[in-house]
């Protein structure tokens, strides 16, 4: 008669339990988005990271190779006009975990950023910068990957 | 814990400070096989990383294991003046972390 009780009981002490482990144990830096992290596609991490989708904007610059000689290594520049800007995700679509970073800006750094990322093939890089006010900005750019990186 | 993983390289120039950080670290994301016994390579790659200037928070990031090894990462910061100090922090998905100082040139 009492089993679902402790059986819930139960639960929620164990879900209670792992989440005060989480915050004392562990204290983050920043918030680590496991669900965007592990999503499988462009499309999944662009919907946990940011719950919509984001306007193209030519006012974001991403400056990649056109081919990639190594796909472990591939260089990533971006800059942007946009103000206000809160964060810039770099996302590679056709990895098989798509989201690679999220850059989180303040008033006292510049909307701008140097990186190496892998690349499992040839796929659009796509570079998505969020604002203050929550709106999403978003540009890609296709790379050749001569050799993929995420086997290497 | 880590340690003397992450060089950095910090110049000033009109107020705007360019870093450059490269850190020593395997970065496995955990979906790579060993080419030799063809078993999956555990998960090993920097999860959070930040830059503070003057005890504040300039810049952070959080990275998945499709950011290279080694990583190198360059960013700027803003109203900051030769001599002073950045500190960049990381920390990984095992829970290892380190840190290093540098002064602004």
Known sequence: MNTPRRKFLKNVLATGGALVFG???????????????????????MMALFGKDATDSSKIDLIVPETAENGAVVPVEVSTSLEQVESIAIIVE?????LVSQFNFTENSVPWLKTRIKMAQQSDIIVVVKTQDGALYTTRKSVIVAKGGCAG | MASGTIRIKAKEDNGITEVK????????????????????????????????????MVISAIWSGAVSKNPYWSFKVKGTAKGEKLKVTWKDNKGETDSAEAKIK
Do not use: Y
């Open chain 1, 23 to 45: 915050t004392t144990v562990l204290p983050s830096m920043a918030d680590w988005p496991e669900v965007a992290f592990q999503a499988k596609t462009a499309d999944e991490a």
């Open chain 1, 94 to 98: 056709k990895n098989p975990v798509p």
């Open chain 2, 21 to 56: 950080v490269l850190i020593t670290h395997p970065m496995e994301s955990g979906i790579r096989k060993d080419l030799e016994t063809g078993a999956l390579v555990p998960a090993h790659f920097i999860k959070e990383i930040e830059c503070i200037h003057k005890d504040k």
